[in-house]
Nanobody
Framework: QVQLVESGGGLVQAGGSLRLSCAAS????????MGWFRQAPGKLRDIVAT????????YYANSVKGRFTISRDNAKNTVYLQMNSLNPEDTAVYYC?????????????????WGQGTQVTVSS
């Protein structure tokens, strides 16, 4: 029921920062939990962070905890991923996703809608 478009990816030096944005269509955005996933070449798509519909509850993968921050602005139908202290292991295509059920779903199977992905490349 929601369409998602990611933006903000690019090439950044190790130690640098990027902010990804995910723009959602429709008035039902606030009813969905949101997640960021990433997938490197030849690897599985894996959870990065999730945020509940109200923004009051979040989850972070251990690999990004303390470096990344997920947030949402329901008035703007947008979810963000602030990425700091980037390293080459963060290089991947980053996907935004929406889940109608679940407060902080961490499995890809729990999500109803996906964006097209945005490439993040961190040089060493």
């Amino acid at each position: 029921q929601v369409q998602l478009v990611e933006s903000g990816g690019g090439l950044v030096q190790a130690g640098g920062s990027l902010r990804l944005s995910c723009a959602a269509s429709g008035r039902t955005f606030s009813s969905y939990a949101m997640g960021w996933f990433r997938q490197a070449p030849g690897k599985l798509r894996d959870i990065v962070a999730t945020i509940s519909w109200s923004g009051g509850s979040t989850y972070y993968a251990n690999s990004v905890k303390g470096r990344f921050t997920i947030s949402r602005d329901n008035a703007k139908n947008t979810v963000y991923l602030q990425m700091n202290s980037l390293n080459p292991e963060d290089t991947a295509v980053y996907y935004c996703a929406a889940a109608y059920y679940g407060r902080n779903p961490i499995s890809t199977t729990q999500y109803d809608s996906w964006g097209q992905g945005t490439q993040v490349t961190v040089s060493s």
